[in-house]
């Protein structure tokens, strides 16, 4: 069974400033997916980004981009310019490849504060 | 542009009681889905359907049932309420990991529906 571990329960950071937020997971499988999704304090769920693992080059979205790790298991996000809207609890979530949405696993969340 | 729409947003039920969570998609997902989210245990699947008609049962699916009718609807009952049900409890959907064009794994969410029982 995969597993997806963030460590990090809380963290904080200045306005502007850059923030990274670490993911670790474990899987037997060798093609699978990696989301990040937010969750502002009005709850609803937002995908920010997606990583192929088959694919070598690290996910970007605008000021959110991905340190892919395959043969670490690690995925970590990194928040550039970091803004007040990106105060948020965020989850990083393992999906394997021809799974069905069913088969997601979630991590158990982090949050961040951003301060201005 | 409504995506997916939980009610109701709050509830409050004594031990015992039933109640039935409502969840509504109007994106036309094939896949549907519950989860309960408490502090420090992330988000658990509760149960999940990938059709009309077709349920199954998620990561922790005792105390709940849930039915299939349209593509749209898709409602969680609790049968007899428990202390351990107070939660905050996400509807979410998205299409088929075999629809043309879906990006795989992503989800769609309500915006929660917090549940507390006495």
């Known amino acids: 069974a995969q597993t997806v571990t963030q460590s990090q329960p809380e963290m904080s950071v200045q306005e502007a400033e850059t923030v990274t937020l670490s993911c670790t997971y474990d899987t037997s499988e060798n093609n699978y997916y990696l989301f990040w999704y937010k969750q502002p304090p009005s709850r609803q769920m937002i995908l920010v980004i997606r990583q192929e693992a088959y694919k070598q080059q690290n996910a970007t979205e605008n000021r959110f981009s991905v340190n892919f790790q395959k043969a670490a298991k690690s995925f970590s996000l990194k928040i550039s310019d970091s803004q007040l809207g990106d105060t948020a609890m965020y989850f990083c979530?393992?999906?394997?490849?021809?799974?069905?949405?069913?088969?997601?696993?979630f991590g158990k969340g982090m949050k961040l504060t951003v301060n201005p | 542009n409504a995506g997916v729409t939980q009610t109701p947003k709050f509830q409050v039920l004594k031990t015992g009681q039933s109640m039935t969570l409502q969840c509504a998609q109007d994106?036309?997902?094939?896949?549907m889905s519950w989860y309960r989210q408490d502090p420090g245990m992330g988000l658990r699947l509760i149960h999940y359907s990938v059709g009309a008609g077709i349920t199954d049962q998620g990561e922790v699916p005792n105390g709940y049932n849930v039915s299939r009718s349209t593509t749209e609807d898709f409602p969680l009952r609790l049968l007899s309420a428990a202390p351990s049900q107070t939660s905050v409890y996400f509807c979410?959907?998205?299409?088929?990991?075999?629809?043309?064009?879906?990006?795989?794994?992503?989800?769609?969410f309500g915006e929660g529906s917090r549940l507390t029982v006495l």
């Open positions: 994106m036309n997902h094939e896949y």
């Open positions: 979530a393992f999906m394997k490849l021809g799974g069905g949405s069913e088969k997601l696993v």
């Open positions: 979410a959907s998205s299409y088929s990991a075999w629809s043309g064009g879906a990006v795989a794994g992503e989800l769609f």
